[in-house]
Every structure is written in structure tokens, then in C-alpha cells.
């Protein structure tokens, strides 16, 4: 790299990081004091602890995913930490009925929806593509096509409760990398779905907010256990992760970034294409 990329990198760093740092307004948690709440994929992971955030708060809490034994167990815990109502519902995402029976359950029990987590992900490999069609057809079905229709079927509640959709995106969605094709493919098609349908909603002074989050790579045992020995990246903590999700969502952001280099390598991602593309390149390895 020359001396003038390397000033502009640290320059642009300094400003992102300064800019990210001012966009952080504060929270008065007494907001989130009973608020209603969907979360998928809670059974483990960030919406396990994303669950147990809301309980803090003594809210009312559906959660789901397929493993009812998990579920069982989160609902426990959420009880013992101070939910209002805590229940759950197993339910496959690959399904096209699923997505609809979860969200009238999920309004049946609470009476209304204030959050919306939109979070589970099909399990997917890490690794080269392997020219599955198929499974990348599935994959869009599990991690896309069902948020469009748990929205659907919430938006008239959301509405009438002035409520929040959060949408647990990632990197993925921002910068292309390598071994994730099929997921980057879901996480773009989120990004830009839930970036059009805010403006939609916003035009039409419809008010419910959408808080598309950016996450890095977090801690949890799924991404632990596929990034094994491909990657040097630092994981962070799911529980850090799902409190800044809900935060964002509560203030009604329109996006989250957790953590905050995400915003950086997002800030930069258009500067020195090349360079970037080597950065990337380096930090994967082919070989486990
Ligand atoms: N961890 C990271 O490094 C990272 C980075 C960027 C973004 N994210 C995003 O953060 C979110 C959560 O990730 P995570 O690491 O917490 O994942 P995780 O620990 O693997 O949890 C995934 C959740 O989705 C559920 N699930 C899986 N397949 C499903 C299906 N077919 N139908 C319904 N539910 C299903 C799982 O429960 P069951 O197995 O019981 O169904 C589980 O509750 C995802 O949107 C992910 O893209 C994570
Ligand atoms: C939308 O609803 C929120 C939460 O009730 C409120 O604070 C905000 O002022 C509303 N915005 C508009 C444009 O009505």
C-alpha cells in the first residue's frame, strides 16, 4: 500500500470510528418495561440471549425455532428472569404454512406484537459452493421468503402498536466473502428487501420501524464450530450482540452495527476495491 491509501485509511478509520461513536444516542429502558415480542430462533445462539434481554424487562415473550426440548428450557429461564409471559412454538422455517401459524400464535398469546426479531437461520456449510441450486432455494425460503411472511402477517399489528421489526442481518449482507455464497445471497436479499420496505413504510407515514442489523462474527457455538480454523477474525459476545439489536430497535434506528468495525469495513468497503479483495482473500484460508 502507498503512503497516501494509508493515510486515507487511517484518516477515514478515525472519522468512521468518530461517526459511529456520535450516532449512539441512549436508551430509556423503561421503553422496553412489558413490551410484546417475537423471537425466532431462540432456541440458542443470539436470540436465546436476545430472549433473555427482553425478560430483564418484564416483558410478555413468544419464542421459536424446531427444538421444542431448547424452547422449553429458554421459556424456563426467561420466567425465572423476570418475564411477564413467556411461551413457545417449534416451528420449521422451510415450511411456507410455518412463518403464519408462529405470528398468530404469537398474537393469539400476547394480544398484539410490539418487536418483531426476525433471526433464525437455516444451517448451511461454510465452504466453497458447490453448485446446489437446490439447497440455496431452501435457504432463501428459511432465511428470506419466511421474514416476508411473518411481516406480512404482523404489519397490521405492528401498526396499530407503533412497533419495531428488527432484522438480524450480517456482514455478510455488506461485504462479500468468501465460503458463504448461499447465506450472503439471503443476508443481501434481507438488506435490500427491508431497505425498500422502510422507505415504503416512512412515504406512507405507516409507523413501524425497521432496524436491518450488521453483525459481525459473533460467539455463538454454530459460527464457532463452522469458522473453525478458516478464519483469524475475533468472534464477539452474542449477549453484547442481542442487547445492541434490541437497543437499536427500541430507538427506532433504521440500522444497527455490532461490533463496531462492521461499520468501518462498511464505511470503506467502495475505497481501494482492490486492496480490500486481497485483505479478504488473506484473512480465509481454503484448507481448514
Ligand atoms: N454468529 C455469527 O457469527 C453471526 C454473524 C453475523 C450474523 N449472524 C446472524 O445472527 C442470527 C443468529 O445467529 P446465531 O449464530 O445465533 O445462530 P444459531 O446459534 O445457529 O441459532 C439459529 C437459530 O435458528 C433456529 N433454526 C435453525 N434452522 C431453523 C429452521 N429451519 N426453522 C426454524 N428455526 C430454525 C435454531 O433453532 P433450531 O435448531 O432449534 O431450529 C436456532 O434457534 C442469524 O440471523 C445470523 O445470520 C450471526
Ligand atoms: C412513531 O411512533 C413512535 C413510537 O410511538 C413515536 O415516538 C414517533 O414520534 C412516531 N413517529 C411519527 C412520524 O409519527
Not at 440471549?49 to 431448547?70: D, L, P, S, W
Not at 432484522?167 to 428487501?193: D, E, R
Not at 481501494?272 to 479478504?280: A, L, M, N, V
Amino acid at each position: 500500500m502507498n503512503t497516501l491509501v494509508k493515510l486515507c485509511l487511517v484518516g477515514g478509520l478515525g472519522a468512521a470510528f468518530l461517526a459511529y461513536q456520535w450516532s449512539e444516542p441512549s436508551l430509556n429502558v423503561e421503553s422496553l418495561k412489558g413490551v410484546r415480542v417475537l423471537v425466532t430462533g431462540a432456541s440458542k445462539g443470539i436470540g436465546e440471549q436476545m430472549a433473555y434481554h427482553y425478560a430483564r424487562f418484564g416483558a410478555h415473550i413468544v419464542i421459536t425455532g424446531r427444538t421444542e426440548k431448547a424452547l422449553q428450557q429458554v421459556v424456563k429461564k426467561c420466567k425465572e428472569l423476570g418475564a411477564k409471559k413467556a411461551e413457545y412454538i417449534p416451528a420449521d422455517m422451510s415450511s411456507t404454512t410455518d412463518p403464519f401459524t408462529v405470528v398468530e400464535f404469537a398474537l393469539d398469546k400476547l394480544g398484539g406484537l410490539d418487536h418483531l426479531v426476525l433471526n433464525h437461520i437455516g444451517i448451511t456449510s461454510f465452504g466453497l459452493w458447490d453448485g446446489d441450486v437446490e439447497h440455496v432455494r431452501w435457504l432463501l425460503q428459511v432465511n428470506f421468503l419466511s421474514y416476508l411472511q411473518m411481516t406480512k402477517k404482523a404489519l397490521p399489528a405492528l401498526e396499530e402498536s407503533k412497533g419495531s421489526i428488527i432484522v438480524v442481518s450480517s456482514m455478510a449482507g455488506k461485504i462479500f466473502t468468501p465460503f458463504v455464497a448461499p447465506y450472503t445471497a439471503t443476508k443481501s436479499a434481507l438488506n435490500g428487501f427491508y431497505g425498500s420496505l422502510q422507505h415504503e413504510l416512512a412515504m406512507q407515514n405507516r409507523n413501524v420501524s425497521i432496524t436491518i442489523c450488521t453483525l459481525g462474527l459473533i460467539d455463538t457455538e454454530s459460527a464457532m464450530r463452522a469458522v473453525k480454523g478458516r478464519t483469524s477474525l475475533i468472534p464477539s459476545p452474542a449477549s453484547e450482540a442481542a442487547w445492541q439489536m434490541i437497543k437499536g430497535g427500541a430507538l427506532r434506528q433504521s440500522e444497527v452495527f455490532y461490533p463496531w468495525t462492521t461499520y468501518v469495513y462498511t464505511f470503506f468497503r467502495d475505497w481501494f476495491p482492490s486492496q480490500r479483495d486481497k485483505i479478504i482473500r488473506s484473512s480465509y484460508h481454503l484448507e481448514a
